[in-house]
């Protein structure tokens, strides 16, 4: 929106720069003149309402809806309409008012597929996904162009309250995936989200699991990024495997192993169901790797008791 050349803008009028600017007065004279077009479209698309959603600025908003002329869902080059954009900014009051039209769509997605609703996710705005999910049509489960819904983005962004919401809903799929096959629980074991993992493992339907398209589970990559708190939570589980390997047969441990997390490696080497000296594919155990990358503490973890770790040169 902002990257444009200035020597190219063209089309953004007085009423746009107003409307940016959030000067009620002024707006209110230039929508009377003749010949004034409210609906115009400057160098990205974006009409004077477009600009006054996007800034908060509900007293032109309001102005801008009196007219009997303007057109309040118009998307801009990217698909963003004036609802979209307020909801992507956390403006609470827009939302309100632009919903009080029956000629906007509440669900209308960008070009990428994204929604108010997800958007509003994303960004961590409860209140604007409390009003966005009061609306009839509009979808909460509904996918962008990753396959990302708006619960993905609440799981990968840790924002426990709109989890909540969202899961309250009979039409959300919590164990949705994405298009590589990671779903809301893998990508809040990855970022290390535990209130957000905690909140999807009490569901029935969530599986602590289910691999992503690489064999990759929540506990795996909770463990390669080194999420301690993730991983003792995933482990009170009786269905997460911890030696469960990936495509090219590395365990949860071989990665731990590899990037050095001895607090990791103490929970799974803890575990009577864990194997230190399991193969990957090209024959290295966890042991190998952490040599390789010379984690001595890691590698003091993993050598037996009698055994004195190696020097590192």
């Not at 010949?35 to 990205?44: A, E, I, K, P, R």
């Not at 009409?47 to 998307?75: I, Q």
């Not at 409860?126 to 996918?143: A, H, R």
């Not at 230190?276 to 790797?289: F, I, V, Y």
Request: a negative charge.
């Amino acid at each position: 929106m902002w990257g444009a050349d200035v020597d190219k803008i063209s089309g953004f009028s007085g009423l746009h720069c107003v409307s940016f600017f959030g000067i009620v007065e002024i707006v209110t004279g230039l929508v009377e003149m003749e010949g004034c077009d409210v609906n115009q479209m400057d160098f990205t698309g974006s009409t004077p309402l477009h600009w006054a959603t996007l800034n908060g600025h509900e007293g032109v908003v309001n102005t801008l809806l009196g007219r009997d002329d303007v057109y309040p869902d118009k998307p801009d080059n990217h698909g963003r309409t004036p609802l979209w954009w307020a909801a992507y900014n956390g403006h609470e009051g827009v939302v309100e008012v632009l919903l009080e039209r029956d000629d906007i769509s509440p669900d209308n997605p960008n070009d990428a597929g994204q929604t108010p609703l997800w958007w509003g996710t994303r960004s961590g705005h409860e209140g604007i996904v409390n009003i966005l999910l009061e609306q009839n049509g509009v979808d909460p489960d509904k996918l962008d162009n990753c396959d990302r819904t708006p619960l993905w983005w609440a799981s990968y962004n840790g924002h426990k309250g709109i989890v909540k919401m969202l899961l309250g809903r009979n039409d959300v799929n919590p164990e949705k995936p994405d298009n590589r096959g990671r779903t809301p629980l893998w990508w809040a074991a990855c970022k290390g989200h535990e209130g957000v993992v905690k909140i999807l493992l009490g569901r029935d339907d969530v599986n602590p699991d289910k691999p992503d398209n690489i064999g990759r589970t929540p506990l795996w990559r909770a463990a390669c990024n080194g999420h301690e708190g993730v991983v003792k939570i995933l482990l009170e589980r009786d269905d997460a495997n911890p030696d469960k390997s990936d495509n090219i047969g590395r365990t949860p441990l071989w990665w731990a192993a590899r990037d050095g997390h001895e607090g990791v490696m103490k929970i799974l080497l803890g575990r009577d169901d864990v194997n230190p000296n399991k193969l990957d594919k090209d024959g290295e155990t966890p042991l190998d790797r952490a040599a390789e990358k010379r984690h001595p503490e890691v590698i003091a973890l993993l050598l037996p008791p009698e055994s004195a770790a190696p020097s590192m040169p």
